[in-house]
C-alpha cells in the first residue's frame, strides 16, 4: 500500500503546514469504506 506522499515530501510540507491531508486507494470488490476502516483498527488492537 502506497501513500500520496513521500517521506521527504511529508516533512517538508510539515515545515509549513499542521495539518497535511494523506490518503491511499484500496482495491475492494465487497468491502465499503467504513468495513475497510474497522477491519484496519481492529487489526492494530492485536
Known sequence: M???LTVDEFKKLAQEF???????EILSDVDT???VFQK???SREI
Do not use: A, G, K, R
Not at 499542521?18 to 491511499?24: D, E
Open 2 to 4: 502506497s501513500v500520496n
Open 18 to 24: 499542521n495539518i497535511i491531508p494523506l490518503y491511499t
Open 33 to 35: 469504506p467504513l468495513s
Open 40 to 42: 484496519n483498527i481492529l
